[in-house]
DNA sequence: CCCACTTGCCTAATACCTTTAGGAAGCTGC
DNA sequence: GCAGCTTCCTAAAGGTATTAGGCAAGTGGG
């Protein structure tokens, strides 16, 4: 008997590469089983369950994505750090799209607070530091970014704006010059 | 043999109140059988198969919300008629969480096309009238609300923003400040 | 009224995926 | 070179999806 050198580590990468493949939705244990050539019950000394491998899966995407958008915004600050941290979150979803789908799975309080999810929240912060907003209007600022680059990533992802002028990236970058607009002008609490 | 009076409809319908209970994700053919008390291969009568179902769901879910959406636009612009639409999201998603999650299942084009989908879109741009902005300017303000409503509310339905201050709803408010004074000044291209 | 026909729901069967229990073979260190 | 841990396996049970074929409940024409 051969053994196949399993691990946690490679079996998550393995389901990341599967999910950018075929969705993730369709990553399943037996599916990662079959890439490894090995019989499903295997992989239960490595995981939980079905549920732990995507779990994991969604932690990695999200310390990819923090680690790329924190090398992007090194030394960048104002509209220059906003446009570099949304590409980022663009390309990503672009080049891996199942890896984004399973960024964005729901995950319970406390691994979610343990996760890299809460580095991205930090430099989304971080970028508004160019921008001179106070607290709360910082926060309610996060969230905008947060919404915007979610919001528009997946709609992108989902075909929304595939068969129709003007071109994707068109929107996008106008999308951004409108929100260093209103970074810069936010309204004052009436 | 008494008959349950199944019909597409009623499945559907069915399907639609099981995601708003346990989630979209957890909707299956075999438990809408459970739920009519009837075998599972009772359905595939009205049902092509699994993602049918899920498909039909998300169409029944995209065309309450433009049905909600059109009736609160009626009468309104400007700021009015974009606080009134965002608010039907909203309220849509936290009301009928698995709802609104089918109505972000993806759909193949031609599906997407005959669906109520477009008519959300036509609502999206009417609110614009309110505003003065000319192609292509105006669909990049499409996609952008599109894109904040719908990441804001997923995000919210995620949990992202339950647990800290300032209120969620406090946020929104600001956050659809902030988009009407973007609409009003939407900076001309450099 | 009843016979034929259509329709609605059922049983049966196949094929996956998930998960647990327990066993055997490989590796490691003494 | 063997004790013990680890890795992978076989076996089994339970759930979901889907298809094929059957019987009984409604329906319409004679």
């Known amino acids: 008997m051969v053994r196949a050198g399993l691990t946690t580590e490679r079996l998550v990468r393995a389901g990341a590469e599967l999910a950018d493949e075929v969705g993730f939705e369709q990553v399943t244990v037996s599916a990662v089983a079959r890439r490894f050539d090995v019989k499903v019950a295997s992989l239960y000394s490595h995981l ?18 923090a680690d790329r958008a924190s090398e992007a915004l090194a030394g960048r600050s104002g509209k220059d750090a906003l446009g570099a941290f949304a590409n980022v979150y663009r390309d990503y979803a672009l080049a891996h799209p199942g890896r984004y789908t399973a960024a964005r799975h729901p995950l319970d309080t406390e691994t979610a607070t343990a996760g890299a999810g809460v580095r991205i929240a ?28 979610h919001g528009y990533v997946s709609l992108e992802a ?31 609490h009436p």
Chains 1, 2 share one sequence.
């Not at 939980?48 to 994505?65: C, G, M, P, V």
């Not at 929304?160 to 999308?175: L, T, V």
Request: glycine content about 6%; proline content about 4%.
């Open 48 to 65: 939980k369950n079905s549920q732990d491998l995507k779990t994991r899966i969604a932690l990695l995407a999200l310390e990819e994505l």
């Open 122 to 149: 930090q430099l989304t912060r971080a970028i508004l530091r160019g921008y001179d907003l106070a607290e709360p209007d910082q926060t309610h600022a996060v969230r905008l970014l947060g919404s915007v680059f």
């Open 158 to 188: 989902a075909g929304g704006f595939s068969h129709s002028a003007p071109d994707s990236r068109e929107s996008w970058a106008r999308i951004l010059d409108g929100l260093d607009s209103l970074l810069r002008n936010w309204p004052a």
